[in-house]
């Protein structure tokens, strides 16, 4: 049998626990080495929409409105990853959370910062050195396809890490219309957080050969 080297530049994993086979939360010491290994080896870790042991994220099934509400999903996971602690013992981890839009983290973010004070902030929570917010925008990049409100926002979410994609060749993508969409979304932005949400942060990350 002839072995073949691969070289990985990024995982993808579920966006909530394995419940099934490890009944433990992504903040337990139980992944810690996983964790490590990811930050060892720069790998971005993509988390994408209702992928998991569970179905709908492990919530309440809305029928219809699950596809609206997925981003709840995805909140719960990045409030674990953050008070648990995970983000503060690896700061080298990179998140995608894949396909949940961008336009809820502002207020996600403000929200998750006042109830970080409510709960006695890094006072109470030694185990962490930064407001929620920051842990985000250190750890955590995003993607979007046709989600004007997160352009609007970008400054609130961070021009960084937000990042394009089409979803091609999924009924939902954007394929063949692709170009028409982004010139849409990006009216009157300068071309310099154009270029960073449309190439470069993807390309980062991944090592991709773009200039950037």
């Given amino acids: 049998m002839r072995m073949v080297a691969v070289a990985l530049t990024g995982a993808c994993y579920p966006t909530l626990r394995p419940a099934v086979v490890y009944p433990k939360p992504y903040s337990d010491a139980f992944y810690d080495k996983f964790w490590a290994a990811a930050q060892e080896y720069n790998l971005p870790l993509a988390m994408h929409i209702f ?16 596809y609206t509400l997925a981003h709840v999903g995805i909140a719960r996971v990045i409030l674990d990853l953050v008070w648990g602690g995970t983000v503060e013992k690896f700061p080298g981890l990179r998140f995608m959370p894949t396909e949940f839009d961008a336009g809820w983290i502002p207020y ?7 109830n970080f004070a409510r709960e006695g902030g890094l006072r109470q929570n030694k185990h962490l050195s930064m407001l929620p917010s920051e842990y985000w925008k250190r750890n955590f990049r995003v993607t979007i396809e046709d989600d004007e409100m997160s352009i609007r926002c970008r400054d609130l979410i961070g021009v960084e890490n937000i990042m394009w994609g089409n979803d091609y060749p999924h009924h939902d993508g954007l ?14 932005v300068p071309a310099e957080d154009r270029y960073k949400i449309t190439v470069s942060n993807a390309c980062k990350p991944y090592g991709l050969p773009f200039e950037y």
């Fill in 108 to 114: 996600f973010n403000q929200r998750n910062d006042w």
């Fill in 51 to 66: 992928t998991g042991a569970t179905s709908n994220h492990d919530l309440p099934n809305w029928g219809v409105h699950n």
């Fill in 175 to 188: 394929f063949p219309e692709s170009q028409q969409t982004i010139d849409k979304m990006f009216q009157g």
